[in-house]
């Protein structure tokens, strides 16, 4: 090959890097401004037939060169985003990123580190331990005479879910099965899980007003013989709402139960000494997971999995000679393989790490109760509003809300034409029977005017 393209590594690297990053740059500008709003208008296909025109032959006989597929793709999908930085796009647990943070992540991708072995990512993997165990530390608290916690990086709360439930099978007895018992508002997530690892179908617990209930609960583990996990939520999805967790976990401990809470939405909350106590409980679990892609401001992935005790992680363990040979290991080569089901892994921690250097606890406090301001003046706009009604006072960033007196079909009639126009991206839930309008407010540059956009556009889609 007489001029292969340059590398985005080495001391040549950034010197490659740099004309490319001002290429995309203006892309990401020039799409933003194309689409003019918090996602393209039009709907799915009118979507596609733009990026496929756009786009053109994908794999053409001779390449454009770099500067020009660069400007063409990224210009292309900035058009048809939908843009978690827009105040009008509210719909799911979708954080814009702080630059601070994809900045680093553009240096994660140059470097590329591989967390599977420690040849492949020295710096990177001390700079992991060091993340993990701070953010084990913020959900356990330093050890004080007993396990010591740990924590393991993961793409997000699934698969954060998914380790709490194979972490629990491997605990129990041989042969013993483990009983997973999930509230009605749980994540589908724990009960893929449970498919997903050979074990019986979850037990459902009912969860009127949206949080489980504590004797319900009690009442199906008495009836429940054998190895049990509970599995609690802090921040639901459809709600952002926050289980009992003392009293849950009262329970579980009379019953001898496993407990894991899934705080991959409300975990945020810890960072601010306003909102932690909300959380009141979560140390007491046996796994936790986080989810710092939601109320932390990271981009895509920054998934933890706290653990109380540090020794139950090695069930993970795994031998593969190519990657963590005995002998190496005894050596004092780290034994990376073991900290994760998967093998090759990017340095997501990167990211977070540069995060809390950068803003210190009270800027990540400051964020983390702005955006709850926000919800809380979102839902006294509604609640006084004479044509809305609101679900309840939000425990977190998630505000519900509908047209007074419309139905379930008006109601999924609005958000789609809001969609269909790119005027704004609502979800949707559906709580005491009823469809709402769902507005999760995790943007920190978000103001009460935008919000009071948002309900105006609602109102004008409303029929009369």
């Known amino acids: 090959m007489r001029n292969p393209p340059p ?18 740059l203006d892309a990401l500008h020039k799409g933003a401004a194309h689409r003019g709003g918090p996602l393209p208008a039009g709907g799915p296909e009118a ?12 794999l053409p006989t001779h390449g454009t060169g770099p500067e020009e597929a660069l400007r063409t793709l990224v210009t292309a999908l900035a058009e048809g985003a939908a843009d978690p930085a827009d105040p009008l796009c509210a719909a799911h ?5 702080l630059a601070v943070a994809t900045a680093a992540d553009l240096a994660a991708s140059a470097l590329n580190p591989s967390m599977d072995s420690w040849d492949q990512a020295p710096a990177a993997s001390a700079l992991e331990a060091l993340v993990t165990t701070t953010l084990a530390h913020e959900v ?33 007895a041989p ?84 407990l894991h809470i899934d705080a991959a939405y409300g975990a945020g909350a810890l960072f601010s000494p306003r909102e932690a106590p909300k959380l009141h409980g979560l140390a007491r679990a046996h796994t936790v997971a986080l989810d710092l892609h939601k109320l932390g401001w990271q981009p895509v992935a920054a998934g933890i999995l706290a653990v109380r005790d540090t020794a139950e992680t090695s069930a993970l363990g795994h031998q593969a000679d190519y990657l963590n040979a005995d002998d190496d290991t005894e050596a004092g080569l780290p034994d990376l393989l073991g900290r994760s089901l998967r093998t090759t892994r990017r340095p997501d921690i990167l990211k977070t ?4 250097k950068a803003l210190g606890r009270t800027g990540l406090a400051d964020l983390v ?72 407010l995790l943007n920190p540059h978000a103001t009460p005017e935008d919000l009071t956009a948002l309900l105006e556009l609602v109102e004008g889609h409303t029929p009369r």
């Open 93 to 97: 647990l979708h954080c814009p990123p």
């Open 47 to 58: 979507v596609t037939a733009q990026l496929h025109h756009d786009v053109g032959e994908l």
């Open 353 to 356: 790490a540069v995060t809390f």
């Open 175 to 258: 042969g013993e099965p483990v009983h997973l018992l999930v509230g009605a508002n749980a994540h589908h997530s724990l009960t893929r899980a449970a498919w997903l690892l050979g074990l019986p179908d979850p037990i459902t617990v009912p969860a009127p007003a949206g949080t489980l209930d504590p004797a319900a609960l009690d009442d199906a583990l008495t009836a429940l013989p054998g190895p049990k996990l509970v599995a609690a939520t802090a921040g639901t999805t459809d709600a952002g709402l926050i289980d009992p967790l003392p009293e849950i976990a009262d329970i579980c401990e009379r019953h001898g139960a496993r």
């Open 140 to 172: 356990y608290g330093p050890p004080d005479q007993g396990p010591t916690p740990d924590a393991l990086v993961t793409t997000g709360g699934t698969e954060a879910n998914q380790l709490a439930v194979l972490l629990a099978r491997e605990a129990a």
């Open 369 to 440: 109760d702005h955006v709850t301001a926000l919800a809380h003046h979102l839902a006294q706009l509604v609640d006084a509003h004479p044509h809305f009604e609101l679900y309840d006072t939000p425990t977190l960033t998630t505000v519900l809300f509908r047209p007074t007196g419309a139905t379930d079909e008006t109601i999924a009639a609005i958000r789609r034409t809001l969609l269909t126009e790119g005027r704004a991206v609502l979800g949707r839930a559906r709580m005491d029977g009823k469809l709402h309008l769902k507005a999760t």
């Open 7 to 24: 590398l985005a590594g080495g001391t040549q690297g950034p010197d490659a890097l740099r004309p490319l990053l001002a290429t995309v």
